[in-house]
């Protein structure tokens, strides 16, 4: 969605180790995923600095649609996954993020024909939610899923983390310690402790959950192919991490 970082650059270096001949980045910050309370007009955008960045990084071509190009004034249709995987989780939480979401990516993939799509781990259940969307409507995409890219505090990149003061930013390193000191075996006692361990540090816990990774189904216990999800209010700005048992 722009104000482009690390993160976003290495879904660049991730397309380009497919070796693909077009590599195209699509910048677009999508007014239907955003709630009515959400940061939709304060969302940081920077097309100048974004359009060098891909450059350099080596885009082929850069795409800056506006709302008007992606939605007619009478726009009706829209794609929605039926709440297996959108009930939960941040779709919970922001009620029609996902309808956006899976709606504007949609749009994006017909208007480019990708033969590879490469999203961002940090966005975990966005990109399970899109490799289901490809799989029930039989887009011919392949789906890659780049790892989370950190600061070197541990600390998530997200283009919302220009919104943290000096403090909020020392806050926000609980969520990758608290991931990091996550064991295998029984989910409930870690559960708690990471929920009290992020409050000590000032944050707002919106939810602390451990889920079966292409379910997303809760699960009870830490292991293998199980992910643990976090998100929280640091200040004003809201937060997610996670970590994936392989």
Not at 6 to 32: C, M, Q, W, Y
Not at 97 to 122: D, E, I, S, Y
Not at 125 to 149: E, G, H, S, W, Y
Not at 218 to 242: C, E, F, H, M
Request: include cysteine; hydrophobic fraction near 40%; charged fraction near 25%.
């Amino acid at each position: 969605m722009g104000a482009l970082h690390e993160g976003h650059l290495s879904l660049i270096a991730a397309a380009k180790a497919r070796g693909v001949d077009e590599i195209v980045v699509s910048v677009f910050v999508n007014p239907t995923q955003f709630g009515p309370k959400e940061d939709y007009a304060e969302y940081p955008r920077d097309h100048r600095a974004d359009a060098a960045k891909c450059r350099r990084a080596g885009a082929t071509a850069i795409f800056f649609p506006t709302p008007d190009n992606m939605y007619a004034p009478d726009h009706s249709v829209w794609v929605v996954e039926d709440g297996a995987l959108s009930d939960c989780l941040c779709g919970a939480r922001r009620p029609g993020h996902f309808r956006g979401v899976c709606t504007v990516v949609a749009k994006l993939f017909n208007l480019v024909h990708p033969q590879v799509a490469v999203f961002g781990q940090k966005d975990f259940q966005q990109a399970t939610i899109i490799k289901r969307m490809v799989r029930d409507l039989n887009f011919d995409i392949d789906i890659v899923v780049a790892p989370i890219v950190r600061e070197q505090s541990g600390l998530a990149r997200s283009s919302r983390n220009a919104y943290l003061s000096g403090p909020e930013r020392e806050n926000a390193l609980a969520l990758s310690r608290s991931l990091a000191a996550l064991k295998e075996g029984p989910w409930p006692a870690q559960k708690r402790r990471t929920g009290k361990y992020l409050a000590a540090h000032g944050l707002k816990v919106d939810y602390v959950e451990a889920v079966y990774a292409d379910t997303l189904k809760p699960a009870s216990a830490i292991k293998k192919g199980v992910a643990v999800l976090l998100a929280v209010y640091d200040g004003r700005t809201r937060l997610i991490d996670n970590r994936v048992f392989r």
